[in-house]
T-cell receptor, first 110, second 116 residues
Framework: GQQVMQIPQYQHVQEGEDFTTYCNSSTTLSNIQWYKQRPGGHPVFLIQLVKSGEVKKQKRLTFQFGEAKKNSSLHITATQTTDVGTYFCAPLISNYQLIWGAGTKLIIKP | SAVISQKPSRDICQRGTSLTIQCQVDSQVTMMFWYRQQPGQSLTLIATANQGSEATYESGFVIDKFPISRPNLTFSTLTVSNMSPEDSSIYLC?????????????FGSGTRLTVV
């Protein structure tokens, strides 16, 4: 079945450093979504990307969809403690069905 | 976007017993989704619950183990039956709706189940 690879599994950063997570598919995607899950919380929908080469920004978060629509990334500039959590990419493969990436856990070093 | 109330938030259960999880949505939705998330893992879809018809189960999940009810367009229950320690997990209900950011999943707060 269709799969998506998300890397890295973990990223440890000092507060103020940048963070990036990548999502890769072997097949062309029509749509990719990103979610954030805080420790002990539930996933929260962040964004949806649809167009080839699309770039969307939410404050310090930048989301990109590759030109070939096979990869996507989330970049956080100058991380803060409120950014801690796990970030999931999730391509939409039907009207409502998602494939969930493994997630990248953002850990802020003390 | 929708607001989903899920309960219980957590429970510790004896093996061999059953637990029913409830989800109430503040708007009418055609489909509700039930997910399982094992500690430190990604989400796995258990089933899709449509009002007025039997739930559609994903591979590896069966109705006898995870019976689902969907009596109306705002409510659903998931029962975890004849529990074993392997069922210890977080169970999440969700809906797929238009938000200000586009169509996406809104989740309940989850039920953290521990089977002893």
């Amino acid at each position: 079945g269709q799969q998506v690879m998300q890397i890295p599994q973990y990223q440890h950063v000092q507060e103020g450093e940048d963070f990036t997570t990548y999502c890769n598919s072997s097949t062309t995607l029509s749509n990719i979504q990103w979610y954030k899950q805080r420790p002990g919380g539930h996933p929260v929908f962040l964004i949806q990307l649809v167009k080839s080469g699309e770039v969307k920004k939410q404050k310090r978060l930048t989301f990109q969809f590759g030109e070939a629509k096979k990869n996507s990334s989330l970049h956080i500039t100058a991380t803060q403690t409120t950014d801690v959590g796990t970030y999931f990419c999730a391509p939409l493969i039907s009207n409502y069905q998602l494939i969930w990436g493994a997630g990248t856990k953002l850990i802020i070093k003390p | 976007s929708a607001v989903i109330s899920q309960k219980p938030s957590r429970d510790i259960c004896q093996r061999g017993t059953s637990l029913t999880i409830q989800c109430q949505v503040d708007s009418q939705v055609t489909m509700m989704f039930w997910y399982r998330q094992q500690p430190g893992q990604s989400l796995t879809l258990i089933a899709t619950a449509n009002q007025g018809s039997e739930a559609t189960y994903e591979s590896g999940f069966v109705i006898d183990k995870f019976p689902i009810s969907r009596p109306n367009l705002t409510f659903s229950t998931l029962t975890v039956s004849n529990m074993s320690p392997e069922d210890s997990s977080i169970y999440l209900c969700s809906v797929f709706l238009q938000t200000g950011l586009g169509y996406g999943y809104t989740f309940g707060s989850g039920t953290r189940l521990t089977v002893v």
